[in-house]
């Protein structure tokens, strides 16, 4: 039940942008996008729901298709504060939530 | 306080040993998630709340693992007779809805385990 995130890892200089992407084998409710920092907790970025919605928030922005059960998340212009693990949640069954195994990313100046 | 409280945030036990880590949710939060996070790895689902009840165990590792919730509150997760591969940082979340599709998943720092 676990998504299947790539790429596993990114290398960026500060403003190139970064495209993460998340599938699932099965039907989606919804996709979690959250950001982890070294040592720290994972922190809630967004939430898209079945309809092919796309959001943004700054100048990260994602969407989601649930007919190809995947969302991708896009890093415009990205910053250094951008550097860290972003994992993708998948809600299956509208109860609990499963994670890919991250993707690491590191902004350069 | 506001966010997700877990204790201790460090714990150092010897093989074979019991350990409980305790989760306090945000106030009003009817869901709780368990998750494990080994060094550089992603986050392994454990279990799930609802409430005090737990409709999803299949993350549960072994039988040395357990885990409950009361008062539909506090949460503990048990690991009884710790082996060294049991080490690893313990994160719990919880979120508001009764379903967490549309409802964000709060973290709290979590509660490092080191099995010697």
């Known amino acids: 039940q676990q998504p299947v995130q790539s790429p596993q890892a990114v290398i960026l200089r500060e403003g190139e942008d970064a495209v993460i992407n998340c599938s699932s084998s099965?039907?989606?409710?919804?996709v979690h996008w959250y950001r982890q920092k070294h040592g720290e907790a994972p922190i809630f970025l967004m939430i898209?729901?079945?309809?092919?919605e796309q959001k943004g928030h700054d100048k990260i922005s994602a969407s989601f298709n649930e007919k190809k059960q995947q969302s991708s998340l896009y890093l415009t212009a990205s910053q250094l504060s951008y550097s860290g693990t972003y994992f993708c949640?998948?809600?299956?069954?509208?109860?609990?939530?499963?994670f890919g195994a991250g993707t690491r990313l590191t902004v350069k100046p | 306080g506001a966010g997700v409280s877990q204790s201790p945030s460090n714990k150092v036990t010897e093989k074979g040993k019991d350990v409980e880590l305790r989760c306090d949710p945000i106030?009003?939060?009817?869901?709780l998630y368990w998750y494990r996070q080994s060094l550089g790895q992603g986050l392994e689902f454990l279990i799930y709340?609802?409430?005090?009840?737990?409709?999803?165990k299949s993350g549960l590792p072994s039988d040395r693992f357990s885990a409950e919730r009361t008062g539909g509150s506090v949460s503990t997760l048990t690991i009884q007779r710790t082996q060294q591969e049991d080490s690893a940082v313990y994160l719990c979340?919880?979120?508001?809805?009764?379903?967490?599709?549309?409802?964000?998943?709060?973290f709290g720092n979590g509660t490092r385990l080191t099995v010697t």
């Open positions: 106030s009003g939060h009817t869901a």
């Open positions: 898209l729901l079945k309809g092919g």
């Open positions: 709340f609802q409430g005090n009840s737990a409709p999803d």
């Open positions: 949640g998948t809600v299956i069954n509208n109860n609990d939530m499963r």
């Open positions: 979340a919880s979120s508001f809805s009764s379903g967490s599709y549309n409802s964000p998943l709060h």
């Open positions: 099965k039907a989606l409710y919804s």
